[in-house]
């Protein structure tokens, strides 16, 4: 399996990764608008669609309804004038037809310009029908009253119910026309839909389909990369834990080295300068001293040998204060304190409260190792006055702190290889280290120890 | 005359023998034993009765401080004069509340010695030069840094000398008798020694004395 590719030049995610999702969730995402877009468009579409059809028809079929039924009107008109022996009648059937002759002009005139061969025909037909009626109608008004009465059944029988009938059947062919053009829209309409439906479905499934194969992707991907954050946090964790282990043996082993070259130079260097002094005494204490030539050159050795024994004592007391194990903790504390107020401008105060000498060896180490870091920090960098170290104990713990007046810093960003250090021996032993500093407002170190229930 | 008699004891062998030679060349005092440890200090001290133990402070097994004040706990008659690398007042205040009643440095024990055992024998105290010039030192400094005012000039003349007397290891039966002052009023004298001092006990009297200069 190849590695997630995780550190390439553009940062974590890399820029080829953020590019790549950025166009496929960008393309995802247009394709799914484009396709929604389409529906909506084609649903549009397919209502104007059909009313412009709707109108269409109606356009079309009203004027040929009307035009027929007028027809169909006026026949009747005829027909009852004949039947007619009413003499006030007549003379309101010339003025009736007249009106009837300009209504049935008018929707011809008004009917759509744009017209099918099938419809012309029809049109044409009722046109013809009309034209038969007018000429019926002509020498029937010019009849007396005996004569229509004479031979009205026959014109009746002759003339006007076979043109009747005739109206009756364009009517007929009127209205089978107009079915047959609805439904001939409504398929042609159909059939468009349907090229539409299918391209809107295939565009959909296309859209689907890139969406499941980037989810796929993006899931099997994500769990790549958290199986990686757990393997390399657990790596962290296991190294981390390592040189935590490490740095506390390297203390320890530091102590520990400390304690014996310093049990070293006390032992054997010690014990051979202190002879010599002892010896050297003794010499100079039994040269007369008339001999002054002599005498010089025993105190000179005198001043070299303590000179000796003084710098040896030192290096000894800086690897292991012996006043540790001669006077216990806090001796040693206020030892440290007299001795930063001597080498120093800044005076040193030691109070402490109810400490037990038996606390365990590790513990007064890292107490006192804590309390010469932070006195000497202080001396060095801060400029202050005065500084007080304080130690209590309670049932369960050991509480120290050291406070300076001097012109603090900041913790967050401050952060030298004496506070690590510091950090690194009073966590071994299960401690808190807090440092509270401010620019200006001098600082305060405070340790707190569990103590081992013995 | 009698002799006094001297018991040894440090952890290092050429250091015991070099002080041997500065102790026995006095036709008073004789070295009868020596001690490499605290512990052999203490058991040497009850069956040697010495008359004065010089001890080194840092021994191992038991250092020279424990010994002392266990040495002081079974024969008070038995004076220790306490030899150390160091000359810090905490060293020398745990001496003296020990019962050491002479402190001296190292470097300069074949110096001081015969001085400081002789001193001890009569019941006054002794200190190294380097030692009263440390804590002076000390002293001092703190009194510049802090402004405080010195608080031996609160003493009145007095008090002044009931604190050297007491310094020196007298008694107050022995105070009151020199100055021909009652028991009760020396008793009354010290309590506000302290007080204006700030002192708490005999050890720091003496630590303070010597800082002082008052004795040496």
Redesign the interface.
């Known amino acids: 399996m190849r590695e997630p590719d995780l550190k390439s030049e553009g940062g974590w995610p890399s820029r080829k990764l953020r590019l790549t999702l950025l166009i496929s969730f960008g393309g995802l995402l247009a394709l799914m608008v484009i396709a929604g877009l389409g529906a909506l468009r084609l649903a549009r579409q397919l209502q104007t669609q059909e009313e412009e059809i709707r109108q269409a028809f109606l356009a079309h079929s009203q004027p040929l309804l009307v035009l027929s039924s007028s027809i169909y009107v006026y026949n009747d008109r005829l027909q009852e004038y004949l039947m007619s022996q009413d003499p006030q009648s007549e003379g309101l059937a010339s003025e009736e037809f007249s009106r009837l002759t300009a209504e049935i002009n008018s929707t011809l005139r008004q009917y759509p310009g744009n017209r099918q061969p099938e419809e012309r025909a029809l049109l044409e037909s009722l046109q013809q029908m009309f034209t038969e009626q007018e000429g019926m109608l002509n020498p029937v008004l010019s009849w007396s009253r005996e004569e229509r009465r004479r031979q009205a059944l026959r014109f009746l029988n002759e003339e006007v119910l076979p043109q009747r009938s005739r109206i009756n059947e364009a009517s007929e062919k009127i209205a089978l026309w107009n079915n047959q053009q609805l439904a001939a829209a409504g398929r042609e309409m159909f059939a468009s839909f349907a090229s539409l439906q299918a391209q809107q479905t295939s565009l959909l499934a296309i859209a689907l389909t890139a969406g499941l194969v980037l989810s796929l992707a993006s899931i099997f991907y994500l769990l790549r990369l958290g199986e990686e954050a757990q393997r390399r946090y657990l790596e962290l964790a296991r190294s981390r834990a390592e040189l935590e282990e490490l740095s506390a043996q390297l203390v320890d082993a530091q102590e520990t080295e400390r304690r014996s070259i310093s049990r070293e130079l006390?032992?054997e260097v010690?014990?051979?300068l202190?002879?010599l002094?002892?010896?050297v005494?003794?010499l100079a204490?039994s040269v007369p001293s008339a001999n002054t030539q002599i005498k010089d050159h025993v105190d000179k050795i005198k001043a070299v040998a303590?000179t000796s024994?003084?710098t040896v004592?030192n290096i000894a007391l800086l690897l292991r204060p012996?006043?540790l194990?001669?006077?216990g903790l806090i001796?040693?504390l206020?030892?440290q304190g007299?001795?930063v107020?001597?080498r120093s401008e800044m005076?040193v105060e030691v109070q402490s409260a109810d400490v037990s000498e038996k606390i365990p060896d590790e513990y007064r180490i890292c107490i006192y190792r804590l309390v010469q870091e932070a006195l000497n920090n202080a001396a060095r960098h801060s400029s202050a006055?005065n500084a007080r170290v304080t130690v209590d104990q309670t049932a369960d713990k050991i509480l120290v702190s050291v406070f300076d007046d001097g012109r603090g810093f900041d913790p967050q960003r401050v952060r030298g290889l004496g506070i690590l250090g510091m950090e690194e021996r009073v966590r071994r032993l299960g401690g808190i280290l807090n440092i509270d500093s401010k620019p200006g407002r001098g600082t305060t170190l405070k340790a707190e120890f569990p103590l081992p229930q013995s | 005359m009698n002799s006094i008699r001297v018991l040894l004891a440090d952890d290092h062998k050429l250091i015991r023998a070099g002080l041997r030679l500065v102790v026995d060349q006095q036709p008073d005092l004789s070295v009868v034993g020596e001690a490499d440890d605290g512990r052999q200090a203490v058991e040497l001290a009850k069956s040697l009765k010495p008359n004065v133990v010089v001890m080194d402070i840092g021994m191992p097994n038991l250092n020279g401080i424990e010994a002392a004040r266990q040495i002081g706990e079974m024969d008070p008659g038995a004076a220790v004069v306490m030899l150390s690398m160091h000359s810090d007042e905490g060293y020398v205040l745990r001496a003296l509340s020990a019962g050491a009643r002479a402190y001296l440095l190292k470097d300069s024990a074949t110096t001081d010695l015969v001085q400081a055992i002789r001193a001890v024998v009569e019941g006054k105290s002794f200190f190294s030069p380097a030692v009263s010039k440390v804590l002076l030192q000390d002293y001092i400094r703190k009194l510049q840094r802090s402004g405080a005012e010195d608080s031996y000039d609160l003493l009145s003349p007095r008090e002044r000398e009931v604190l050297q007397l007491v310094a020196e290891g007298k008694s107050n039966k022995e105070v009151a008798s020199l100055l021909h002052l009652s028991v009760y009023t020396v008793e009354t004298h010290r309590a506000k020694i302290m007080q204006k001092l700030n002192l708490k006990g005999v050890p720091e009297l003496i630590l303070y004395a010597v800082r002082k200069g008052i004795i040496s």
Do not use: F, T
């Open positions: 006390h032992d010690g014990q051979s202190g002879a002094l002892v010896e005494g003794r204490a303590e024994v003084q004592r012996s006043m194990d001669d006077l001796a040693a206020e030892w007299r001795e107020s001597r005076e006055k």
